[in-house]
């Protein structure tokens, strides 16, 4: 979601009641709360054309869609068992609908990074590296940057060379956490893991902790290391990105963060950046990256993860297309 859709979303829910806010906010992820939350919170002198462009908008999108797919799995899982009866139905519905096994842990999904690491650290790696690909990868990440080094690193190695979930590690999950995650004995294995996963929580990582798990996981097997640096997605690799996919993200992106970002971009970057705005636009960014002045590091990291999240999240919704491939204090 933009930070202009955000915007737009907490309006709306300002505007509609207290009752009718609540409802909408129980269908959200923790991530939208979150957002939606803060701006609501943050709202100021908004204007009567901005509550009426944010209803006009919200009326617009509601009348073409339709509540077609709107409580599909409830439907999906009652017919499937009307047609093929409680045994054969069970393997299909859980191979449809993936993750019904692991509604115990939507709770760590609402807790702040500090506060899951602190609850799990002293477990297995194994039982670390099995709750952590059930996260979003921001998170996990973020998770992972509060393990000691040895850990982190043992646990990145379970997460890539993880394939499927066993039914006994959900039951030592739920022992874990104090969920029941799944019933029965028709437990089926949960594809999480692997090199992909690996890769998504290392792009959340950068810098030395990245180059940290990464050594360590090249000690242990090369090719798995390579397999790994060919599925990540940094910040140069927004070079390889089409023309139109740069200018959609720099409608995304604040000023500011694109300066400190791009203070730590090579020239090749830079002048794919500049090709994609205006002349003036171009020249006025060409003046400000000069003008700045020495930036740290982890400042220049950080907006660089940022741009990153923008760039993922355009990928995700089909908007652009990513390339693949896989940044220490200092001043840039």
Same mark, same amino acid.
């Given at each position: 979601?933009?930070?202009?859709?955000?915007?737009?979303?907490?309006?709306?829910?300002?505007?509609?009641?207290?009752?009718?806010?609540?409802?909408?906010?129980?269908?959200?992820?923790?991530?939208?709360?979150?957002?939606?939350? /803060?701006?609501?919170?943050?709202?100021?002198?908004?204007?009567?054309?901005?509550?009426?462009?944010?209803?006009?908008?919200?009326?617009?999108?509601?009348? !073409?869609? /339709?509540?077609?797919?709107?409580?599909?799995?409830?439907?999906?899982?009652?017919?499937?068992?009307?047609?093929?009866?409680?045994?054969?139905?069970?393997?299909?519905?859980?191979?449809?609908?993936?993750?019904?096994?692991?509604?115990?842990?939507?709770?760590?999904?609402?807790?702040?990074?500090?506060?899951?690491?602190?609850?799990?650290?002293?477990?297995?790696?194994?039982?670390?590296?099995?709750?952590?690909?059930?996260?979003?990868?921001?998170?996990?990440?973020?998770?992972?940057?509060?393990?000691?080094?040895?850990?982190?690193?043992?646990?990145?190695?379970?997460?890539? /060379?993880?394939?499927?979930?066993?039914?006994?590690?959900?039951?030592?999950?739920?022992?874990?956490?104090?969920?029941?995650?799944?019933?029965?004995?028709?437990?089926?294995?949960?594809?999480?893991?692997?090199?992909?996963?690996?890769?998504?929580?290392?792009?959340?990582?950068?810098?030395?902790?990245?180059?940290?798990?990464?050594?360590?996981?090249?000690?242990?097997?090369?090719?798995?290391?390579?397999?790994?640096?060919?599925?990540?997605?940094?910040?140069?690799?927004?070079?390889? !990105?089409?023309?139109?996919?740069?200018?959609?993200?720099?409608?995304?992106?604040?000023?500011?963060?694109?300066?400190?970002?791009?203070?730590?971009?090579?020239?090749?970057?830079?002048?794919? !950046?500049?090709?994609?705005?205006?002349?003036?636009?171009?020249?006025?960014?060409?003046?400000?990256?000069?003008?700045?002045?020495?930036?740290?590091?982890? $400042?220049? $990291?950080?907006?660089?993860?940022?741009?990153?999240?923008?760039?993922?999240?355009?990928?995700?919704?089909?908007?652009?297309?990513?390339?693949?491939?896989?940044?220490?204090?200092?001043?840039?």
């Amino acid at each position: 979601m933009s930070d202009a859709g955000v915007l737009k979303s907490a309006i709306l829910l300002m505007s509609i009641g207290e009752e009718e806010a609540a409802e909408v906010l129980k269908f959200l992820g923790p991530k939208e709360v979150q957002k939606i939350g /803060t701006a609501m919170a943050a709202l100021e002198n908004i204007t009567h054309e901005q509550i009426r462009d944010a209803l006009q908008e919200f009326r617009a999108e509601s009348e !073409v869609r /339709t509540t077609l797919g709107m409580g599909g799995d409830s439907y999906i899982r009652s017919m499937l068992i009307k047609a093929l009866g409680n045994d054969k139905a069970g393997n299909l519905i859980d191979r449809i609908l993936q993750g019904g096994d692991t509604s115990g842990i939507e709770s760590l999904k609402w807790m702040d990074s500090s506060s899951v690491a602190e609850l799990i650290k002293n477990e297995h790696p194994q039982i670390i590296a099995t709750i952590l690909v059930h996260l979003d990868y921001d998170q996990a990440s973020e998770i992972m940057g509060s393990f000691v080094e040895r850990l982190r690193n043992d646990v990145m190695l379970r997460i890539a /060379t993880l394939d499927a979930i066993q039914p006994h590690a959900l039951r030592e999950l739920n022992d874990v956490l104090g969920k029941l995650l799944s019933g029965g004995e028709h437990v089926k294995k949960s594809a999480k893991g692997g090199v992909k996963a690996a890769a998504e929580i290392l792009n959340y990582m950068g810098g030395a902790v990245e180059s940290s798990v990464m050594g360590n996981i090249k000690s242990f097997d090369e090719d798995l290391a390579q397999k790994i640096q060919d599925e990540m997605f940094v910040f140069e690799d927004i070079n390889k !990105v089409d023309d139109r996919g740069i200018q959609l993200l720099l409608r995304e992106v604040q000023s500011e963060s694109l300066i400190v970002a791009l203070k730590g971009a090579s020239p090749e970057l830079r002048d794919k !950046v500049f090709k994609n705005m205006s002349q003036r636009a171009a020249e006025m960014l060409r003046d400000d990256l000069e003008a700045k002045g020495p930036v740290r590091v982890s $400042e220049v $990291e950080a907006e660089q993860k940022e741009m990153l999240k923008v760039v993922r999240r355009l990928a995700d919704e089909g908007q652009i297309v990513l390339g693949g491939k896989g940044g220490d204090e200092g001043f840039l």
